[in-house]
C-alpha cells in the first residue's frame, strides 16, 4: 500500500522559511516522478513544483520561482521542499503527490496518482 506522509508545516512570518518533508512507503520512490501540489479553501489545487524521476530535474510554478526548492533524497524515499522568502499568500494545504512509475513529471494534477494527506502552511503578515 502506497503512503505519501507530509510533515515540516507550521506558521511562519512572512520572509520567513519552511521545510516540508514527504515520505514514501509502498513504492520504489526512485521509478516515481514527485510533486507538490498547494490548495486554498475554495480554490482548485494549484501545482507548486515537481521533479522527475530520471534525472531529478525541475518545474516550478511562476509564483514560487527563485523562493522554494524541491529536491528528494532516493536513499531515504523522501521528498522536500524548501520555501525561503514566504509571502502571506503561500498559505495553504501544501500536498505531496506521485504519478505511477515512469510517468513524466507535470503540472497537471490530474497526472498524479498517490497523494498524501497534506500538512498546513499559514504565512502571518
Known amino acids: 500500500q502506497v503512503q505519501l506522509v507530509e510533515s515540516g508545516g507550521g506558521l511562519a512570518q512572512a520572509g520567513g522559511s519552511l521545510r516540508l518533508s514527504c515520505a514514501a512507503s509502498?513504492?520504489?520512490?526512485?521509478?516515481?516522478?514527485m510533486a507538490w501540489f498547494r490548495q486554498v479553501p475554495g480554490k482548485e489545487r494549484e501545482f507548486v513544483a515537481a521533479?522527475?524521476?530520471?534525472?531529478?530535474?525541475?518545474l516550478s510554478a511562476d509564483s514560487v520561482k527563485g523562493r522554494f526548492t524541491i529536491s528528494r533524497d532516493n536513499t531515504k524515499n523522501t521528498l522536500y521542499l524548501q520555501m525561503n522568502s514566504l509571502k502571506p499568500e503561500d498559505t495553504a494545504v501544501y500536498y505531496c503527490?506521485?504519478?505511477?512509475?515512469?510517468?513524466?513529471?507535470?503540472?497537471?494534477?490530474?497526472?498524479?496518482?498517490?497523494w498524501g494527506q497534506g500538512t498546513q502552511v499559514t504565512v502571518s503578515s
Open positions: 503527490a506521485a504519478p505511477l512509475a515512469y510517468i513524466s513529471a507535470s503540472r497537471n494534477a490530474n497526472q498524479y496518482y498517490y
Open positions: 509502498g513504492l520504489t520512490f526512485s521509478n516515481h516522478a
Open positions: 521533479i522527475t524521476w530520471r534525472d531529478d530535474s525541475t
